[in-house]
């Protein structure tokens, strides 16, 4: 075809056969061009790893110190005191600065016989509130249980200079006192009855003394 077009340019019939080669290479080509590119291996997209995570399950909201104490007020007053110290050891880990805390968890210590506990957190209780009369109190009340009866009458004594009109220093002050008259009184008669008996037992050692130089 391309002969006799170049050959002879009026052959309608031959352009016209040029043009159709001419579409059908272009087509053919532009085939073989999409089948190339189908051919290509694309790269899948890749998935970012997730940065999400799954919300974690609600837990239960905090309880506050306040709620501990009376919680452990409660357990307290129940008889439960393992139970009181367990919430206020809590309530205290809220709220470190807390007097009547430590004040409170003395009484349970008491309660328990743990009289060096109980003393270590009354004494705790005055220094963050040394006008916390309560807290001389739990004091004096650890030391008697220590049998350290001199140092618990000086804690009321104290509670006392905090607070004059204090009734649990007010008696445990005069129970105190109480005590050391009788303890002075039994001590005095002791001594009196071994006096006593001494005086007995070197009558009974001169007697036969007498006996012989009468004899």
Request: glycine share 4%.
């Amino acid at each position: 075809y391309q002969r006799r077009v170049h050959g002879d340019p009026k052959f309608e019939a031959c352009l016209n056969g040029l043009k159709d080669v001419e579409k059908y290479r272009a087509s053919h080509e532009q085939e073989l061009k999409n089948k190339n590119t189908s051919t290509e291996v694309t790269p899948e997209p890749t998935l970012e790893p997730e940065t999400t995570t799954k919300e974690s399950k609600s837990e239960t909201p905090q309880k506050t110190a306040e709620e501990y104490k009376a919680e452990a007020n409660a357990a307290f007053r129940d008889g439960k005191h393992d139970k009181a110290i367990e919430l206020i050891t809590l309530a205290i880990e809220l709220d470190p600065t807390n007097n009547i805390l430590y004040s409170n968890r003395s009484a349970s210590y008491c309660s328990l016989g743990k009289y060096n506990e109980a003393l270590l957190d009354a004494e705790k209780s005055i220094e963050l509130k040394p006008q916390w009369v309560k807290a001389y109190s739990r004091k004096a009340s650890a030391l008697l249980g220590l049998k350290s009866y001199e140092q618990a009458q000086q804690a009321y004594k104290e509670g006392l200079q905090v607070d004059s009109s204090n009734e649990v220093c007010i008696s445990g002050l005069k129970e105190l006192e109480n005590y050391f008259i009788t303890l002075k009184e039994a001590e005095e008669t002791n001594n009196k009855r071994s006096r006593d008996e001494g005086e007995a037992k070197d009558e009974t050692e001169e007697s036969p003394n007498k006996v012989q130089r009468t004899n």
